[in-house]
Protein backbone atom coordinates (compact mmCIF):
# COMPACT_ATOMS: atom_id res chain seq x y z
CA UNK A 1 0.00 0.00 0.00
CA UNK A 2 1.03 3.67 -0.47
CA UNK A 3 -0.36 6.60 0.71
CA UNK A 4 0.06 9.53 -1.30
CA UNK A 5 -0.50 13.64 -0.14
CA UNK A 6 0.00 16.57 -2.28
CA UNK A 7 0.35 20.10 -1.40
CA UNK A 8 1.71 23.03 -2.25
CA UNK A 9 -1.62 24.05 -4.01
CA UNK A 10 -3.47 27.73 -3.74
CA UNK A 11 -4.39 31.12 -5.44
CA UNK A 12 -2.43 33.06 -7.80
CA UNK A 13 -2.34 35.19 -10.70
CA UNK A 14 -1.90 34.23 -14.46
CA UNK A 15 1.72 34.21 -14.94
CA UNK A 16 2.47 33.17 -11.69
CA UNK A 17 4.58 29.76 -10.58
CA UNK A 18 3.28 27.58 -7.92
CA UNK A 19 4.94 24.00 -6.76
CA UNK A 20 2.71 21.38 -5.99
CA UNK A 21 4.97 18.30 -3.94
CA UNK A 22 3.41 14.90 -3.46
CA UNK A 23 4.80 13.01 -0.78
CA UNK A 24 4.73 9.19 -0.19
CA UNK A 25 4.50 6.87 2.19
CA UNK A 26 5.94 3.03 2.26
CA UNK A 27 9.43 1.89 0.88
CA UNK A 28 9.22 1.45 -2.60
CA UNK A 29 8.47 4.80 -3.82
CA UNK A 30 11.64 4.20 -6.06
CA UNK A 31 9.93 1.43 -8.03
CA UNK A 32 6.94 3.62 -8.88
CA UNK A 33 6.41 5.57 -11.93
CA UNK A 34 4.88 8.89 -10.66
CA UNK A 35 2.44 10.93 -12.12
CA UNK A 36 0.43 14.11 -11.88
CA UNK A 37 -3.13 14.44 -13.75
CA UNK A 38 -5.92 17.37 -12.71
CA UNK A 39 -9.58 17.77 -12.83
CA UNK A 40 -11.63 20.60 -13.79
CA UNK A 41 -15.40 20.75 -12.71
CA UNK A 42 -17.73 18.89 -15.24
CA UNK A 43 -14.52 17.68 -16.91
CA UNK A 44 -12.51 14.48 -17.13
CA UNK A 45 -8.92 13.93 -15.07
CA UNK A 46 -6.71 14.78 -17.74
CA UNK A 47 -2.97 13.87 -17.61
CA UNK A 48 -0.17 16.70 -17.23
CA UNK A 49 2.98 15.13 -16.49
CA UNK A 50 4.70 11.98 -15.61
CA UNK A 51 8.29 10.58 -14.63
CA UNK A 52 9.70 7.19 -14.66
CA UNK A 53 11.52 5.30 -11.71
CA UNK A 54 14.49 6.89 -11.76
CA UNK A 55 13.75 9.94 -12.90
CA UNK A 56 15.43 9.88 -16.26
CA UNK A 57 12.65 9.94 -18.72
CA UNK A 58 9.24 12.58 -18.31
CA UNK A 59 6.39 13.29 -20.10
CA UNK A 60 4.38 16.19 -20.66
CA UNK A 61 0.92 16.88 -21.89
CA UNK A 62 0.92 19.45 -24.74
CA UNK A 63 -0.80 22.22 -22.88
CA UNK A 64 1.60 22.49 -20.30
CA UNK A 65 4.94 21.46 -22.22
CA UNK A 66 7.61 24.18 -21.37
CA UNK A 67 5.76 25.42 -18.74
CA UNK A 68 5.47 22.87 -15.77
CA UNK A 69 8.35 20.43 -14.70
CA UNK A 70 7.89 17.48 -12.88
CA UNK A 71 10.92 15.50 -10.92
CA UNK A 72 11.16 13.44 -7.81
CA UNK A 73 13.49 12.86 -5.13
CA UNK A 74 13.53 8.96 -4.37
CA UNK A 75 15.53 9.49 -1.15
CA UNK A 76 12.66 11.71 0.44
CA UNK A 77 9.83 9.96 -1.20
CA UNK A 78 8.87 12.77 -3.05
CA UNK A 79 7.25 13.82 -6.65
CA UNK A 80 7.34 17.55 -7.15
CA UNK A 81 5.04 19.44 -10.26
CA UNK A 82 6.99 22.91 -10.86
CA UNK A 83 4.37 25.15 -12.54
CA UNK A 84 5.32 28.69 -14.36
CA UNK A 85 3.41 30.64 -17.05
CA UNK A 86 0.04 29.55 -15.11
CA UNK A 87 -3.13 30.43 -17.24
CA UNK A 88 -6.45 30.30 -15.91
CA UNK A 89 -7.08 27.28 -17.65
CA UNK A 90 -4.69 26.14 -15.56
CA UNK A 91 -7.51 25.56 -12.56
CA UNK A 92 -7.94 22.22 -11.40
CA UNK A 93 -7.37 20.03 -8.58
CA UNK A 94 -4.26 18.72 -9.18
CA UNK A 95 -3.74 14.45 -8.31
CA UNK A 96 -0.75 12.86 -7.22
CA UNK A 97 -0.43 9.26 -8.75
CA UNK A 98 1.66 5.78 -8.42
CA UNK A 99 2.21 2.76 -10.07
CA UNK A 100 1.25 2.74 -13.53
CA UNK A 101 1.07 -0.71 -14.95
CA UNK A 102 1.18 0.45 -18.76
CA UNK A 103 0.34 4.09 -20.81
CA UNK A 104 2.24 7.13 -18.71
CA UNK A 105 -1.07 8.57 -19.61
CA UNK A 106 -4.06 6.97 -18.94
CA UNK A 107 -5.17 7.47 -15.19
CA UNK A 108 -6.81 3.83 -15.69
CA UNK A 109 -3.03 2.50 -15.08
CA UNK A 110 -2.17 4.18 -11.86
CA UNK A 111 -2.94 2.45 -8.70
CA UNK A 112 -2.71 4.81 -6.08
CA UNK A 113 -3.94 8.14 -6.16
CA UNK A 114 -3.33 11.53 -3.39
CA UNK A 115 -6.70 13.06 -2.51
CA UNK A 116 -5.91 16.19 -4.68
CA UNK A 117 -4.74 19.67 -4.04
CA UNK A 118 -6.96 22.59 -5.52
CA UNK A 119 -5.05 25.08 -8.10
CA UNK A 120 -7.02 28.41 -8.66
CA UNK A 121 -5.53 30.62 -11.33
CA UNK A 122 -7.34 34.43 -11.68
CA UNK A 123 -6.86 36.60 -15.01
Known amino acids: QVQLVESGGGLVQAGGSLRLSCAAS????????MAWFRQAPGKERDFVAA????????YYADSVKGRFTISRDNAKNTVYLQMNSLKPEDTAVYYC????????????????WGQGTQVTVSS
Open 97 to 112: AADNSGSYFSAKEYTY
Open 26 to 33: GRTFSSYA
Open 51 to 58: ISRSGSRT
